[in-house]
């Protein structure tokens, strides 16, 4: 009987470790794809509003404006308008792609390898404080009409704050309007709740950018009004990036890796 037991605890562990490690199970980051229900058809992308923007799809410039000359009124901060791809980097630094102006299935911007595909946005800010929220608008892709705002959109499984310890995230997508600076989520149109038909709030004056390094940052808002813990995610399975208030918590629960946005500018 000794002999017995003594094989069987030396056999027990060499049996677990045969057995391989434990599967980890992961929480779905989207609804079931046969679940969705659209809708709306996506409207097509408006003219570039630049000429910057133009020449980057191979449009020819707008015709100059004749008439009268006003002189503008002096202000004391001018603002600076830019315009650009997207470049998406993970946290060591290893290139994911550009944002692709074509949404996923559930209505959310990922990485694309094509160049006819990068997506192409613009924002204006003051020249003389780069701290402050401000818009990025769309200026190509199917659904940039309709959705000309590069916005966040609370996620299908999560509630509308991110928080350290929370595993809730937002999904980058296109928003209808902008919600303004320091604004809690907002019920406004957006590109996940059309995919999908879940209603899901949305935020869009958000991001800041880095003068020197041309890093873009995210900047939630939560339901009470005060500024949330934002980091950037990449979850490779649906191709999106998500904000999400702890970045450990998230990847634990649901996969991907931390990702930053960083603006190419287009010359001119």
Wanted: hydrophobic content about 35%.
């Amino acid at each position: 009987m000794k002999l017995s037991l003594s094989l069987l605890t030396l056999v027990a562990p060499l049996l677990a470790l045969a057995s391989g490690p434990t599967p980890v199970t992961r929480l779905r980051l989207n609804p079931d794809p046969s679940s969705l229900s659209p809708r709306q058809e996506y409207a097509p992308a408006p003219a570039p509003v630049t000429n910057a923007a133009r020449f980057a799809l191979g449009l020819n410039p707008k015709p100059p404006v004749h008439g009268k000359h006003r002189r503008a009124a002096q202000s004391p901060t001018p603002p600076v308008t830019a315009t650009g791809h997207l470049l998406a980097y993970d946290s060591e630094d290893h290139l994911l792609g550009y944002v692709g102006n074509k949404l996923n299935t559930y209505g959310e911007y990922g990485v694309t390898s094509v160049a006819s595909e990068y997506l192409l946005v613009s924002y204006t800010v003051s020249s003389d404080n780069n701290a402050v929220p401000f818009d990025i608008r769309v200026l190509n892709g199917q659904t940039a009409s309709t959705y000309p705002f590069l916005g966040a959109t609370v996620g299908f499984t999560s509630t509308d704050d991110l928080n350290t310890g929370s595993t809730n995230y937002a999904y980058l997508t296109g928003v209808g309007s902008s919600t303004g600076q320091s604004s809690v989520p907002k019920n406004v149109p957006n590109s996940f709740s059309a995919a999908s038909g879940l209603t899901k709030n949305s935020e869009t004056t958000i991001w800041t950018l880095d003068p020197t390094s041309h890093a873009l940052s995210g900047h939630w808002i939560n339901t009470n009004g005060n500024a949330a813990p934002t980091y950037l995610a990449y979850y490779a399975p649906d191709n999106v990036f998500v904000l999400v208030g702890d970045l450990g918590a998230f990847t634990t629960s649901f996969g991907g890796v931390g990702a930053k946005l960083v603006l190419s500018p287009l010359a001119g």
